[in-house]
């Protein structure tokens, strides 16, 4: 069924992209619809993080959410066959000065989990030199599909987590910027607590810890759907100032703080399906069980 699927989101890639973009939109619905634990997922995402919405507001915005989650599916067939010309015409980029302020330094691109992040990742990709991380598959074949479509230009190093960060501090020393998704809730294992949304969430410190090691300067990146069906906006921010300080603590609440910022911009874009609250402080149960 998996090599199905495959097969039908290249196929789809040749249609013009309105029509595409369309076709994502509907397919998205679908999947609100089947997909109902992932649904029940976003819907307390959503209750956790925006409590002053009523439930008409909230079912909209997961509505919006799984329309835009089904779009960014159909698009990889053009973010895992598609040409460098059609990717750079897809996804325009916004900011890239601030990139260019610090070159010749370490560079870590924090990208949080909007689902443009992979079209924007490898839209750098294409031009420059980056090395990132992602989750290995269970399927070996699946595994090799989205091995191969991110990294068929050359320029993009990927490793799994399983691998550790052993090979991304070596990149960054090299001078290849780190494309790094922080935003995920992978356990109590190397995390603090702190908010997000007002919710006590388990932060991974890899962003402080990295920075702190290999003296690279940190440029938040955020890849979302322009107007319309226009395709992809990647804007880049400036670097962040005094980052890593001597409180990792700290460090993870910022990091944090600027996420929520740039959600409430586009909150139909963030990756609400993730169990981001799934670990709880000691004694407190999980949010999903109820």
């Not at 944090?256 to 909150?267: G, K, L, Q």
């Amino acid at each position: 069924m998996g090599r199905v699927v495959v097969a039908l989101v290249y196929l789809l890639r040749f249609l013009p992209y309105r029509v595409l973009s369309a076709l994502g939109c509907r397919f998205g619905l679908l999947l609100y619809h089947v997909a109902r634990e992932r649904q029940r997922v976003a819907r307390t995402n959503v209750r956790l993080c925006f409590p002053g919405l009523t439930r008409d507001e909230a079912d909209a915005m997961v509505r919006a959410h799984f329309r835009a989650l089904g779009r960014s599916f159909l698009d990889r067939g053009i973010l895992w066959w598609g040409s460098k010309a059609s990717l750079a015409e897809l996804v325009r980029i916004e900011g890239e000065e601030h990139w260019r302020s610090v070159a010749g330094r370490p560079v870590i691109m924090l990208a949080p989990h909007f689902l443009g992040l992979d079209m924007g990742g490898l839209r750098i990709a294409t031009e420059h030199a980056l090395v990132s991380m992602y989750s290995r598959q269970r399927d070996p074949w699946l595994d090799g599909v989205i091995r191969r479509g991110r990294t068929r230009f050359g320029l993009l190093k990927l490793y799994a987590r399983q691998d550790g960060l052993r090979p991304v501090l070596r990149a960054l020393r090299d001078g290849v910027p780190f494309y790094y998704l922080p935003d995920m809730d992978l356990g109590a294992r190397d995390a603090v607590f702190v908010p997000f949304f007002g919710v006590q969430s388990a932060t991974v410190t890899a962003l402080s810890r990295i920075a702190a090691i290999t003296g690279a300067i940190v440029i938040p990146c955020v890849t979302r759907y322009g107007p319309g069906c226009s395709g992809y906006v990647m804007r880049f921010y400036p670097a962040w100032r005094d980052f890593p300080s001597d409180d990792i603590v700290n460090d993870a609440r910022r990091m944090n703080a600027f996420i929520e910022e740039r959600v409430r911009e586009t909150p139909e874009q963030y990756y609400w399906v993730h169990k981001r609250f799934k670990t709880r402080p000691k004694g407190e149960p999980s949010p999903y069980d109820e």
